[in-house]
């Protein structure tokens, strides 16, 4: 997850015209990660 927001800032700084479709792309995956993280542990 951290390295997905590595590449994301990465992104930023190489190349500003496709940050915002990266941005959108991981915002998405990073919802689906905390999701399944949340109902992971909120059993225990």
């Given amino acids: 997850m951290i390295f997905k927001i590595w590449i994301l800032f990465e992104s930023k700084?190489?190349?500003p015209k496709?940050?915002?479709k990266d941005q959108?792309?991981?915002y998405i995956?990073?919802?689906n990660l905390s999701l399944a993280y949340l109902l992971t542990?909120?059993?225990f």
């Fill in 41 to 43: 542990y909120s059993y």
């Fill in 13 to 15: 700084k190489n190349n």
């Fill in 18 to 20: 496709t940050f915002l």
């Fill in 24 to 26: 959108a792309e991981y």
């Fill in 29 to 31: 995956l990073g919802s």
